[in-house]
Each structure stands twice: as structure tokens, then as C-alpha cells.
């Protein structure tokens, strides 16, 4: 018994680790007033970028730069078509995912069936993880969770707590009247979606490098989407993030823990998809206000417009 | 201390889509000046601080302070050249928080832990100005007067010796413009100077040293203060003597046509906005409905056009129930509207002119056919509506979103006239037009009243209640303040009315009806 | 010093239009030859014969017309969503409810009836699956207020895992040796083809018939008027007066029946069985979003750019055979088609004027 709860804490954290990450980008981003619906896209090219470079170089830890600048790379697309081009940013966001998508697939093609040597070592925290029950499960773990938890609180800060995050929230309040205090907004929206882009290509890295040791086509299963709906579920604040995002981690391990139930494991396999619908509707009865919704999400902004 | 001893702006030009906004302009302004800009809405003076802050480049023309020219590209660097500017429509992030608003105005905030490190620097600054401001608050919590103080404050911080203020009385209530003009005293003794935007004359008689006037674009007059008079300055701003008073024949009181009983309506910010509120409305008549901009007035257009929901009482029309309809029923009912934010909600701005001539109307039979729509009779009604109404556009294939504001205005107004509507409510429906079109529409709504409709109108612009209305309620923080006649002597208190110190009523009747 | 200078361009024409969308796409064509040649193809060889195997032989054009069945469908479908601002993105859920409706009915009263009658029925059973489907996140974005991008897509995931979950289940073939999938349709219920192709003419038809049908409800009737009002203009469209509910229900059922409608041509068309939910249809709910937007959100002009896309289709499955590519090709080139395709949009709402500033 013992065993089987601290293998499903492990197991939440693991699956709640790129999910973690991929909301805290998208809050970042969507912050800025920026939607990006290219999550998906941007983690698979994440995720195989990192796989091609770990298996060339055999080392793990080039493979997450190696998909940081994969990431910041394809999400420019996006920043470009929305920021720049005024364009409509979910059919921009959807074309970036279609593009990731099928790039990662022609990309990892020759990898398919090849699993890593070499994955990244989970990490025991000295002391902590000596601790009973939870030392195991929380800090005996892959280096990504630590990142993503790291970087989710730092975004908090950075977002509630500096002048930076006052400049970049306003952005999304209210474009106009931040620009009208001096505010280059737009260099504000880019810096915000290719950051959102590298941390959606951080998720993807852990996908292919930690949480499994490799290349499957199609291997994010959706999990750029659920990441999206994390951030309203996360009232569009990290700290929240790493709660929502836990929560959803375990939604997917559940899936496991029911199967010898005897429970068909496509309904099983249905649950994260079908506890984001019920969040949302659960979220949605909350007061708009109170549901911190940056006021120009989506929202095309033009310089200097009458 | 003052960096900006003397401001000019040399021939300033500057065009829209190949129309002047700016032509050949030239201010002066000196430190312990305070210069007011004078015109008609669209007469150009927006343009011409926009362009002075940064915000547009002019097509020709300079900037010069203390003698030497400047370049403003950016807000930015009209800030630290020690310009600050209130805008009409405020620039606060409207779910922040008062002191992060300062925080991202500042130019010295620091990176870390803005707001702790702010607060002391604004606690020292405020009592020097005597601004009384919860730091803490949401902005869309404060009234407009106490945002206005924020902007003041942003730009008083960042060190700014010259204030441009658009139109800061609009939204202001009586006692908070005497606070304003206390502050604008207070700055000028300090060799602070203040370009004052205003089409209003007693304003700018008040607190301006000297005035410029714009009509058009242009500059066509200019003095000192002392040296002139009213009647002169609106001579200069109209172009031409005006006649205030409009001949407005006196109907025989009609049948009621609209009774609105004790209703309260929740604003957007999920507080009270209309609070108990009741009058009748009757045929051949013009009811006005004054008072400070934001007391809501909208509201109160909004829940008997159906679009907001009523919280209680009852609003009938020729005595039916018409109480939280939806916007269609209350409109087949006979009750057209004109709203407050035309471009927002009047409009749909890539459909086509004839498209948007039948917004409301196009599930009228005369339109439609079964599920049908007859473009044939819409493009007819259209045109008749361009050309009666003067609408400047060279198709009816056009997207409506290719036209001046006034036109789309003009559009909107005859759309909503000619189907002859029981009830017209209007709000502000001559905003932003030059004086030319504002008579004509005024004209149009006396003649809509002749021929047996009543109007419902809002209006900040008290000429416009006294030259069309029949009677007049001031509206004041959501309650009536009182129902007059315009031609009841006792009008002349309605200052008192609209800054909320003095309840009025014509007859007892109603009177029993408010309280 | 050069500056750039960009302003609102005001009467666009159709062909200003038409040349834009051209040069788009010749850009996006440009940006896939790059990749191409980053995979180690020849990319002009690769480019003309994604042309040459989709339209250049008669088999190849049957094959295209194929294909372009169910994009048609959708794709018109989709011009009325997003004409309204509704984002839909799950049309590939409501093409697989579609065709779990058609396979039940066909499975059901199939066996008993004639062809004359239970084609007609199972093409409604799809459409009102489809609109089923399509009717959850109109309720849920009207009523609630939820994002229907999210669930729109949450609901594709959901409907190809119960789609599996009937297949390996309580639908499983007797005759399909442990293998998931139905049993074939009985024959009654199985759609005629053009002779020498797999061309399935009624379905067909009624791809036509419904982007015609749909222009005409865009252009012509009070309910588009309605959604182009709703469209561009929320705000205007409550003042209007217009119901939002019934709007977005009646759409969405219309986007999600004729999506339903796709399915029910795939499933008795072409598979004549319900198999893997990847097997009936092969991404066409996705790539029929760029048929939509190629088209300019005119349901008409979907019939040809879900021509052109299906020929992309066509002749990427053939390269990809024939050259070794991976199955993403088509997705790549899918997703830089429409990138440029926003793109050109800016360049047609601009004016971009580069000249010298005197300064």
C-alpha cells in the first residue's frame, strides 16, 4: 500500500511536470494579451529537438538548450503574424500547431523505434529526499519538475512583484494607455511569446528525454491543449499553475491506477479531456471579475490607431 | 527647476486619409501660463496634443522649447522632456491597482518591489497637492475625478512642467471641477504651465491667461482673457454669430407613451447605477435628461432599450409592460435608440453601408421576405437614408468602417428616425458633429416630435437640453434629481442639481413618484 | 534614412484578393521548398509532382476529387462558424459522430430497407450527430461563457476515444478476426461510385449542393445577416437585438451537421466499415480550416480550395511514398500554407509604402 501511494505521487509529479511548464508559459504569454494556441506545435518540436540532440551528442543536457532555441525559433512565427501582422491570433496559433506538429514528425522520423541510451537522471535532493513517504516521491525526482516548479514561482514574482510584470499585465489590460506611458508594447508581446515558446518547448523536452526515453510521433497527445485550459483553470497565475497543473498530473495517472479496475481504457483515457470541461464549466461560475482575465486576450492591437 | 520655460509649436500640419486635422498651427505657451485651447468637438485640438506628446508625428511643422527644436517620436521622450498629458479617456489599467498605475507611468520605478518602494515617494507628493487617494484600490473602483488625480499625479511625478489636460471637465462634477482648477492654481504658482482643452467658454474664461481657438483645424483667433469676452470667443469657435435658440413651437401635451416606475439597474461594476428612478414620457414631447457624464445616464438608456437587465420596478410603454424584453421585442414596440458609444454598439464596421442601414430593422417585413432578406428595398431605403440625412459616402457598397465618425453618426440617427419610432432614446446624438450637421439633426428631432413621437434624450451639453427639451430631469449618482420645466424659473439652480446638493420638482404629482 | 510606412487600405477588390491569396500561397510553396531541401529533396521535383500525382493524370484527379468530398463539406461548414467568430476547431469530432451515427442506423434498419431509403437516413443520422456534437460547445460558450477553441478540441479527443471505445467494445466485428473495427455495412447502405474511382457521386453532390446553399444563408437570408452581425460586431449584435443562443446553436449545428455528413460519405463511401478513428478520416476536420480560410470565408469558394487541398493531399501521400518522407509532410505543408496565408491578409489591409524621410 505504502508503495502504491508514493509511486502515484511520484507518478502525478512526473505527469504534472510538462504541464507545469507549459502553462507557466502560456500565462506568461497570455499576459501580454498574446493567445497562443501553438502550444502543441511548439512542445512536439520541443520534444524532438531534444531527442535528436541527445541521441547524437549523447548528452541529455544539450538537449535542453538544444530545444530552447527550437522553441524560441518556431514561436517567432507566432509573435510575427500577431504582434506585427496584426494577425487573427487563433488561426495564427492553430497553423504554428499544425507546423510544429508535422515538422516534429518529419524532424523525428528517422529516430522512431530508437530509444535514448543515455535519458536524463532523476536527481535526489540531499536530506530532503531522505525523508520518509514524500522524500521519495518529491525530491528524488527528474530535473524538469525542479525547473518547473522553480520557474513557475519566479514567474509569479517576476509577473507580481517587479516593474516588468506591471508593464507586461498592463499590456494585456490595456495596450493603448501602456504605450501611452512610454511602454514598447510590442517589444513587450514578442519577448512574451517567445519565452511562452521556450518554456512550451521545455515541456516537450522533458516528454522525450525524461518522462520517457523516446520518439513517438503525435507523443504530446494533446497536452499543449490541456496546458491552454490549465491557464484559465490557474486564473492566469503561476503559483496557481503548479496546483492546477498537479491536479491535471494526476487525472492522467489515474488512468493507470483504474485500469485493472476493469474500466475501459479509452473512457480512462477520455478523463483529462473530460475534467477540462468540467473545470471550466466549474470556473465559469465564478464572477468574471474576479476570473482575472487579461482585458485584450485575442485582441489585435494597432499603433497610434484613431 | 522648470525645465520648460517657453513651449512653441511652429505650422504644425498633420492628415488623416487626406483630410486636415491640423493645418498650419501655431501656439506659444511660457512657464505660470495657463493657455486654453478652444473649439468645437473635431475642431483638431486632440490632434495637435497628440502630436505635442508624441503620440502622431506632423506631416510638417516644429516643436521648439526654450527656443531650441525637439523631436518628440514617442511618448516617451515627451515625457522626459518634462511634458505630461491627461488624456479625455483616461490611460489607467482599469483592473490595477492605483499604485501600479503610478508604477508603470513612473520613469524611475525600480525593478524590484515597485509598489512598497512607491508608496513613500506618493505619500509625501500627494499631501504637498492635497490628493486624497487609497493607493491600493482598483481604478475602476475610483470616480472620475479621483482618476483624474491619478493621471495628474502620474505626470507630476515624472517631473512634467508642462500639463496638457483634454477636456478634464467633461466627466467632473461641479465641486470636483473647483478642486481641479484649485490644483491647476496651485501648479501655476509653482511655474508649472497648463494647455487646457475645453469647448466650454465659462471654463476657459475662468482659468486660462490666454485662449486660442481652433475651428477646423485652423487656428482663427486668439487673446488674452482680460481682453475679451464670451460672445466674442464664440463668435471666433462657430465662425459665425449663433443663434442659440433654436424656434421650437409648443405642442399640446399627447397621450403618455413611456411610464417608468421606481427601477433600479446594476451597473458594469456590479454597484447601483440607476437607483429608483421614475417620469413619464409623452407624445410630441422632448424629455432632456442632464447631469454629469458617468451617473448613469447609460444605464438608464440601457435597461429601457432592453439591453441591461432591470432589477425591479416597471417600464411600460402606451401601457404595456415592456420590463426586461429582449432589445427586438422593445423594438417592435416603437422604441429606436441611439447609444451613447456609436462605433461599439451601433455598428458592425466591415459590413456593407446597406448592411448596417437595417441593424435593427432587417426582421421588419419591409425587409425581409420569409427568411429572406430584400436587398432590393434595403438598398433603396438606404440610399434614402444618405440622402436625407447628408451621409458624405460614394457607395452603398462600402464598408461602413471607410467613413468619417460623423457620417457613421448620421447614419445610425436616420436609421433609427425614420422608421417613425414611438419612442427615440438618444444619447448624446450630436456629439463630435461640427455645428452645421449638429442643427440639422436637432432640427430632424423637433421634426420627429411634431409629427407624434416622444424623445428621450441625454445630453451633457445643457444648450442643447434648453434649445430641444419640453422638461428636463437631472440625474445625479443614479437618482433623479428632479423633473423641471425648461421654462420654469428655478432651471437656473440646475448646476446645484447636477452636483447633487439641491432636489427639485416641477409638480407634486411626480414629486410623490421620486421620493 | 528609409522608412516604411503602413496604412489601412480601404476598397479591397475581389481580384486584389485573389492575387493576394496566389501570392501567398507561391510564398508558402517557396518557404516548403526550403524544408524540402533541408530533408534532402530535390524540392522543385518534390513541389511538381505533389502537382503532377494530384492533378496531372486522370487517376489522380479522381483521387482528388475524392478527397476533396469531405474538405468541401467541412470547410463550407466552417466559412459560417468563423464568419461569426465561432472557432470551431472540432470538426473532426463531429465528422467521427457523424459516421458513428450513419454506421448505427446503417447497422440497424440497413438490412431491412432499400437504398432509396436508408441513404437519406443514414445522411441524417450523421448530420444530426454531427450537429449534436457541434450544438455542446455553442451552449457551453453562450451559456457559460467557456472558450470553444478548448472545447471544440477537448471534444475531438473525447469522441475518437468513445469511437475506439465502441469499436473494440460492444461494436466489434464477428467477422473482422480480433481486430477492432464493425462489421461492413450491409450493402443498401453503401454509396455509389463513379465507375474506375472511389468517387462517391451522391456525397458529392451534396457537398455542392451545401456550399451553394450555404452561400445563399451567408449572403441572403436574416440568419446570416445575423451571424456576419454577430461576427463583427458582439457588441452590436446585443444592441440588435440579435439572440446569440440560437445564433451560435443554429450555426454550430450547421457547421457540425455538414462535418457529420463528411463522416457519413467516409464511413459509406469509402471504408464501408467504422474502424480506427485516425483511419476514417485522416485529419480532414484540421486541414479544412485552411480550406475555410483560403476561401475567404465564402462557402463557394470552398469548393475550390478544398479542391486545391485535397490535391495537396493526394500528391503529398504520393511523395511521400515515393521519396521516403514522413506521413507529417502533408501537416507541414498545411500549416506553412496557412501561415502565409495570414500573412498575405496584412499585406491586403496595409498599405506598405517604403520611401525616404527627409529628416
Known amino acids: ?306 | 527647476m522648470i525645465k520648460i520655460q517657453r513651449l512653441e509649436m511652429k505650422d504644425i500640419c498633420k492628415s488623416f486619409q487626406g483630410i486636415h486635422a491640423n493645418k498650419d498651427i501655431n501656439v506659444e505657451v511660457n512657464s505660470g501660463e495657463i493657455l486654453g485651447l478652444l473649439g468645437e468637438n473635431g475642431a483638431g485640438k486632440t490632434t495637435l496634443m497628440n502630436i505635442l506628446y508624441g503620440i502622431y508625428q506632423p506631416d510638417s511643422g516644429s516643436i521648439l522649447i526654450n527656443g531650441k527644436p525637439v523631436r518628440i517620436a514617442n511618448p516617451l521622450e515627451s515625457i522626459n522632456l518634462g511634458i505630461g498629458m491627461v488624456h479625455q479617456h483616461f490611460m489607467l489599467i482599469q483592473n490595477h491597482s492605483v499604485i501600479e498605475n503610478i508604477a508603470l507611468g513612473y520613469k524611475d520605478t525600480p525593478f524590484l518591489f515597485p509598489r512598497k518602494i512607491l508608496r513613500q515617494k506618493i505619500k509625501s507628493f500627494s499631501s504637498q497637492f492635497d490628493f486624497q487617494i487609497d493607493l491600493d484600490q482598483k481604478v475602476w473602483q475610483l470616480s472620475a475625478g479621483e482618476q483624474q488625480r491619478v493621471e495628474i499625479i502620474k505626470t507630476l511625478l515624472n517631473g512634467a512642467d508642462l500639463l496638457i489636460l483634454d477636456e478634464p471637465t467633461s466627466v467632473l462634477t461641479a465641486r470636483e471641477i473647483k478642486e481641479l482648477i484649485d490644483i491647476l492654481r496651485r501648479m501655476k504658482a509653482d511655474g508649472h504651465s497648463v494647455i487646457f482643452i475645453s469647448h466650454k467658454l465659462n471654463e476657459i474664461m475662468e482659468i486660462c491667461d490666454h485662449v486660442t481657438v481652433l475651428r477646423k483645424g485652423r487656428i482663427v483667433g486668439g487673446a488674452q482673457t482680460k481682453d475679451t469676452d464670451k460672445l466674442g470667443l464664440a463668435r471666433m469657435m462657430v465662425g459665425k454669430d449663433v443663434a442659440l435658440t433654436m424656434d421650437r413651437e409648443k405642442l399640446p401635451k399627447g397621450d403618455r407613451v413611456l411610464s417608468v416606475r421606481n427601477i433600479h439597474v446594476t451597473g458594469d461594476k456590479g454597484v447601483a447605477a440607476v437607483k429608483n428612478v421614475s417620469f413619464e414620457l409623452y407624445k410630441n414631447e422632448i424629455f432632456g435628461v442632464a447631469g454629469v457624464a458617468g451617473n448613469g445616464q447609460r444605464e438608464l438608456a440601457e435597461a429601457i432599450t432592453g439591453i441591461r437587465p432591470i432589477d425591479s420596478g416597471k417600464v411600460r410603454i402606451n401601457g404595456r409592460d415592456i420590463t426586461n424584453l429582449s432589445p427586438r421585442q422593445i423594438y417592435d414596440y416603437g422604441i429606436s435608440h441611439v447609444p451613447e458609444e456609436r462605433i461599439r454598439f451601433g455598428i458592425a464596421p466591415g459590413l456593407f453601408l446597406y448592411d448596417n442601414a437595417i441593424l435593427k430593422q432587417h426582421h421588419l417585413k419591409k425587409f425581409s421576405k420569409w427568411y429572406f432578406l430584400n436587398y432590393e428595398r434595403i438598398k433603396l431605403h438606404t440610399k434614402s437614408i444618405i440622402t436625407e440625412f447628408r451621409v458624405a459616402t460614394h457607395a452603398i457598397n462600402n464598408q461602413i468602417r471607410n467613413l468619417s465618425g460623423g457620417n457613421i453618426q448620421k447614419l445610425i440617427l436616420g436609421r433609427e428616425i425614420s422608421e417613425q419610432p414611438q419612442l427615440l432614446v438618444a444619447s448624446h446624438p450630436t456629439y463630435g458633429l461640427d455645428v452645421g450637421a449638429t442643427r440639422f439633426l436637432r432640427r430632424h428631432l423637433l421634426e420627429l416630435c411634431r409629427q407624434g413621437s416622444a424623445v428621450l434624450l441625454f445630453s451633457e451639453d445643457l444648450d442643447e437640453i434648453f434649445e430641444l427639451c419640453d422638461r428636463v430631469a437631472v440625474i445625479f449618482a443614479g437618482e433623479f434629481m428632479g423633473i423641471l420645466d425648461t421654462d420654469d424659473e428655478r432651471i437656473n439652480d440646475i448646476g446645484m442639481m447636477m452636483a447633487g446638493s439641491k432636489r427639485m420638482n416641477s409638480d407634486p404629482v411626480e414629486a410623490g413618484l421620486t421620493t | 534614412m528609409i522608412r516604411i510606412i503602413t496604412s489601412d487600405r480601404y476598397n479591397i477588390t475581389p481580384l486584389r484578393s485573389f492575387m493576394t491569396n496566389i501570392a501567398a500561397l507561391g510564398a508558402g510553396i517557396l518557404a516548403i521548398s526550403l524544408i524540402f531541401l533541408a530533408a534532402g529533396v530535390n524540392p522543385l521535383y518534390a513541389v511538381c509532382q505533389i502537382f503532377i500525382e494530384s492533378f496531372g493524370s486522370i487517376y489522380g484527379i479522381k483521387e482528388t476529387i475524392t478527397k476533396a468530398i469531405p474538405l468541401i463539406l467541412i470547410g463550407a461548414g466552417l466559412t459560417l462558424a468563423f464568419r461569426a467568430k465561432f472557432w470551431n476547431i472540432g470538426a473532426e469530432g463531429q465528422l467521427l459522430m457523424g459516421a458513428v451515427f450513419a454506421t448505427w442506423t446503417a447497422q440497424h434498419l440497413g438490412p431491412a430497407l432499400p437504398p432509396a431509403l436508408i441513404v437519406p437516413l443514414i445522411f441524417t443520422a450523421g448530420f444530426i450527430g454531427g450537429a449534436l456534437w457541434g450544438i455542446i460547445p455553442a451552449i457551453l460558450k453562450i451559456k457559460y461563457a467557456i472558450n470553444e477553441v478548448i472545447t471544440t478540441l477537448m471534444l475531438n479527443y473525447i469522441c475518437a476515444e468513445f469511437l475506439t471505445m465502441l469499436i473494440v467494445g460492444p461494436w466489434k466485428g464477428k467477422t473482422r478476426f480480433g481486430f477492432p473495427g464493425t462489421d461492413p455495412l450491409p450493402d443498401s447502405a453503401i454509396l455509389g461510385v463513379l465507375p474506375g474511382s472511389r468517387i462517391h457521386y451522391v456525397t458529392l453532390i451534396l457537398a455542392i449542393i451545401c456550399s451553394v446553399g450555404l452561400c445563399v444563408l451567408i449572403y441572403k437570408t436574416r440568419f446570416g445577416y445575423e451571424a456576419r452581425v454577430v461576427g463583427e460586431n458582439p457588441d452590436a449584435g446585443k444592441y440588435a437585438g440579435i439572440d446569440f443562443l440560437k445564433t451560435s446553436l443554429i450555426l454550430m449545428a450547421v457547421s457540425g451537421g455538414l462535418a457529420g455528413l463528411a463522416g457519413v460519405g467516409e464511413v459509406a463511401g469509402i471504408h464501408h466499415y467504422l474502424g480506427y478513428p485516425a483511419s476514417v478520416s485522416s485529419g480532414y476536420g484540421f486541414t479544412a480550416i485552411i480550406v475555410a480560410w483560403l476561401a475567404k470565408l465564402n462557402p463557394l469558394f470552398a469548393i475550390a480550395s478544398g479542391l486545391f487541398f485535397a490535391g495537396i493531399i493526394v500528391g503529398g501521400d504520393a511523395i511521400q511514398i515515393s521519396l521516403g518522407l514522413p506521413a507529417a509532410t502533408v501537416e507541414i505543408v498545411n500549416g506553412i500554407l496557412l501561415i502565409f496565408l495570414i500573412m498575405g491578409d496584412y499585406f491586403l489591409y496595409n498599405k506598405i509604402q517604403i520611401c525616404r524621410s527627409r529628416a
Open chain 1, 1 to 306: 500500500m505504502e508503495e502504491i501511494i508514493i509511486s502515484t505521487i511520484q507518478r502525478t509529479m512526473v505527469a504534472g511536470t510538462p504541464l507545469l511548464l507549459a502553462t507557466t508559459g502560456e500565462i506568461i504569454c497570455e499576459r501580454a494579451g498574446i493567445l497562443n494556441l501553438g502550444v502543441e506545435g511548439v512542445m512536439a518540436i520541443g520534444a524532438v529537438t531534444a531527442f535528436i540532440v541527445t541521441m547524437t551528442t549523447g548528452q541529455p543536457w544539450l538537449g535542453v538548450p538544444a530545444a530552447m532555441a527550437a522553441g524560441f525559433a518556431v514561436s517567432l512565427i507566432h509573435a510575427v503574424a500577431s504582434v506585427t501582422l496584426q494577425a487573427n491570433q487563433v488561426v495564427s496559433g492553430l497553423a504554428l500547431t499544425m507546423l510544429g506538429l508535422g515538422l516534429s514528425g518529419m524532424m523525428g522520423k528517422p529516430y522512431v523505434g530508437r530509444p535514448l541510451a543515455v535519458k536524463m537522471d532523476d536527481v535526489a535532493i540531499p536530506f530532503l529526499s531522505d525523508l520518509p513517504w514524500i522524500g521519495k516521491a518529491l525530491f528524488h525526482q527528474s530535473p524538469f519538475l525542479y525547473l518547473a516548479i522553480v520557474l513557475a514561482l519566479t514567474a509569479w514574482f517576476f509577473l507580481e512583484r517587479t516593474r516588468m510584470g506591471i508593464q507586461i499585465r498592463s499590456t494585456g489590460e490595456n495596450p493603448k494607455a501602456t504605450e501611452n506611458q512610454g511602454v514598447n508594447v510590442a517589444l513587450i508581446r514578442y519577448a512574451c511569446v517567445l519565452v511562452g515558446g521556450i518554456f512550451s518547448a521545455l515541456a516537450g523536452a522533458h516528454l522525450s528525454i525524461s518522462y520517457s526515453s523516446s520518439w513517438v510521433e503525435g507523443m504530446t497527445a494533446g497536452r499543449g491543449w490541456i496546458a491552454i485550459a490549465l491557464t484559465i483553470f490557474a486564473l492566469w497565475n503561476p503559483a496557481r499553475a503548479i496546483f492546477a497543473s498537479f491536479i491535471f498530473g494526476g487525472i492522467f495517472v489515474l488512468q493507470y491506477l483504474l485500469q485493472p479496475l476493469g474500466i475501459s481504457p479509452n473512457f480512462l483515457a477520455m478523463l483529462p479531456y473530460l475534467s477540462t470541461l468540467i473545470i471550466l464549466l466549474a470556473i465559469s461560475f465564478k464572477d468574471p471579475r474576479r476570473l482575472n482575465a487579461p482585458a485584450r486576450l485575442g485582441a489585435v492591437y494597432k499603433r497610434g490607431e484613431r
